[in-house]
């Protein structure tokens, strides 16, 4: 299941993406990766963290090279207020992997306005190959504004996870009030990591063989639908490699984060300060264990279970039951309000309703464009944000009024999306496919989730079917999952991490809290835990909670952290919306199928 925190500036449209025969089958080719075993193993990541060290003190010459007169950059941002006028200066061609960042208006393709600045970064596709095939990724800036006489403190760089999720809207946050202290201090930096966006894009599938819908997905999956959907899974994982080819098993965590540290140096700053969120979190502390001495401050909102030994297969499996907790919260929440709904008057009872919505859709996609896979993935939107509720309790209680309008512009698949879905699928795939081992027997996918499935049935199947390409992922070698906390995985000195902040919602069910829990763990004593209590939206930080956001507002500025685990009340849950509301049936972006 992705983990991707997004906001309305960032949910960009990413909408709801035989069994023996299958097993039979000839295996896929193979592509060559750049695993720990494959290529000579330890010799191969020491000269691929070797090839990465020569990259950033290309990128860091070049930053010193950076015009007179502040951070914007030759074509920053026009001065204002605070802003310090820029003098480009004369430079010579950069060389390859040099990490040189000119920020210039942002293309017409990113709809970015002023005052945000985009730059390219070029970095190695292999790190091992410093000079060899490089790709560009695409980077995103507000300066700090200075407001209040602020003080400028270097770069904020923001990773809203996914993986595949892209940051390059970031920048715009800085305009809100929840945001106002820190874009004075900070300049606000988004990204698109590699495979995302225009960063090298990564794709799976041709345009005809990606779905369209409306998909009909059985509520329990019978042998043959497993067939076909494993045979799909296989086809996928073969699309992969045909498409990206050699490169494919260079989309990691390990490249993520040495591209990471390539950004940073080339923003100039000597030591990182970042937020990450859901897979960003993840991503922050492989950096932070390979890189302690390089961390400034970093903020980890709704943190993925670090431990390698749940990398990657063990936390898709702990997702079902929290995803299937948040689903109740939601029923619950719909139930409460009843008189405004009609859905029923227990969360049981509003089951029963979206039970009768489902089976109408099957006999009759909704529009003849939502059926049951459409609707699923819109629901499940409820167990990612509660802001979500009002719109779809509405659209369920329209649709049984027969009123199908609303449902229909919430779940329908939007073909103006459906490249950039393809795309942080794909993303998503590779890099969690490369990261770990998963099993490679059908087997243990079905023992396992048929188990959890008696138990957490809203959310296993599809979650199950999303990361199948794993079994049959055509690169020769996994990653082995980086020991976050251990500093001695890269012969780090122990002690060396500054203090770091954790801010998670308790219900979670996108990124359960335990994982928060063991995160802290791995981080140590100077690691501090904010707790939403009895909350369950997926990203806490950035507005929605004032107690959450003074202490990561606090730590930003100052550094200081809260204490060991601290906790703040829930944020208020949303308010019901009549159904005379037309904003009931307002179209609302979503996540990708599943995180």
Request: aromatic share 6%; hydrophobic share 40%; with cysteine.
């Amino acid at each position: 299941m992705r983990t991707c925190r997004t906001t309305t500036l960032t949910r960009q449209g990413v909408a709801a993406a035989a069994l023996c025969l299958a097993l039979c089958a000839p295996a896929p080719a193979r592509a060559s990766g750049p695993g720990p075993a494959g290529r000579g193993g330890e010799a191969r990541t020491a000269a691929e963290d070797a090839g990465a060290e020569l990259v950033v003190r290309r990128a860091a010459a070049a930053a010193a090279l950076r015009p007179v007169g502040g951070p914007a950059g030759a074509g920053g941002a026009p001065a204002s207020g605070n802003r310090p006028v820029t003098r480009p200066v004369a430079r010579p061609p950069a060389p390859a992997g040099s990490g040189r960042l000119e920020f210039r208006p942002c293309p017409a393709v990113e709809e970015l306005p002023d005052p945000v600045r985009c730059a390219t970064l070029r970095v190695p596709l292999d790190y091992a190959r410093p000079d060899g095939p490089q790709i560009s990724l695409t980077v995103s800036r507000v300066p700090a504004t200075g407001l209040g006489g602020a003080a400028r403190q270097g770069a904020l760089v923001f990773n809203p996870g996914g993986p595949g999720a892209s940051g390059m809207a970031f920048p715009l946050l800085g305009d809100r009030p929840a945001w106002a202290r820190v874009a004075a201090a900070y300049d606000l930096v988004g990204y698109a990591p590699r495979g995302v966006g225009r960063s090298a894009p990564l794709t799976c599938q041709d345009p005809a063989e990606r779905p369209h819908g409306p998909t009909q997905v059985p509520a329990e999956p019978s042998a043959a639908y497993k067939r076909e959907r494993l045979a799909a899974a296989r086809a996928y994982a073969q699309g992969c490699a045909r498409h990206a080819g050699p490169a494919l098993g260079y989309y990691t965590t390990l490249n993520n984060a040495r591209d990471l540290d390539v950004l940073r140096a080339a923003l100039g700053e000597p030591r990182l300060t970042f937020m990450g969120a859901s897979y960003g979190t993840y991503l922050g502390a492989v950096y932070a264990t390979r890189h302690p001495e390089r961390v400034r401050r970093m903020v980890f909102d709704s943190a993925v279970d670090p431990d390698p030994r749940r990398v990657w297969y063990a936390n898709n499996l702990a997702q079902a039951p929290a995803f299937e907790r948040r689903w109740a919260d939601f029923r619950a929440w719909a139930a409460r309000h009843h008189s405004v709904y009609g859905l029923g008057t227990t969360a049981g009872a509003v089951r029963e309703s979206y039970e009768k919505v489902r089976a109408a859709v099957a006999r009759t996609p909704a529009g003849g464009v939502v059926g049951t896979g459409e609707l699923h993935a819109a629901y499940l939107q409820t167990a990612y944000y509660d802001d979500v509720w009002p719109e779809r309790a509405a659209a369920l209680a329209a649709f049984l009024r027969g009123d199908e309008a609303p449902l229909v512009r919430q779940a329908a698949r939007d073909p103006a999306t459906a490249e950039r879905a393809a795309n942080a699928t794909a993303v998503y795939t590779a890099v969690l496919c490369n990261d770990a081992p998963w099993p490679g027997d059908w087997e243990t996918w079905d023992r396992d989730n048929t188990e959890l499935a008696r138990r957490a049935p809203f959310e296993t199947w599809a979650n199950a079917f999303l990361n199948l390409p794993c079994a049959s992922w055509p690169v020769s070698e996994r990653q082995r999952p980086v020991n976050v906390g251990d500093v001695g995985d890269v012969g780090a000195a122990a002690g060396r991490l500054p203090g770091t902040l954790i801010v998670a919602a308790e219900r979670d069910g996108a990124t359960p809290h335990g994982g928060a829990l063991e995160l802290q763990g791995r981080l140590g004593t100077r690691a501090a835990l904010v707790t939403e209590q009895r909350a369950g939206t997926h990203g806490v930080a950035g507005g929605r909670n004032a107690c959450v956001d003074r202490h990561v507002e606090r730590y930003l500025l100052t550094g200081a952290t809260p204490g060991w685990r601290v906790t703040c009340a829930p944020h208020p849950e949303p308010a019901p919306v009549s159904l005379d509301d037309r904003a009931a049936g307002a179209s609302r972006a979503l996540l990708p199928p599943a995180v």
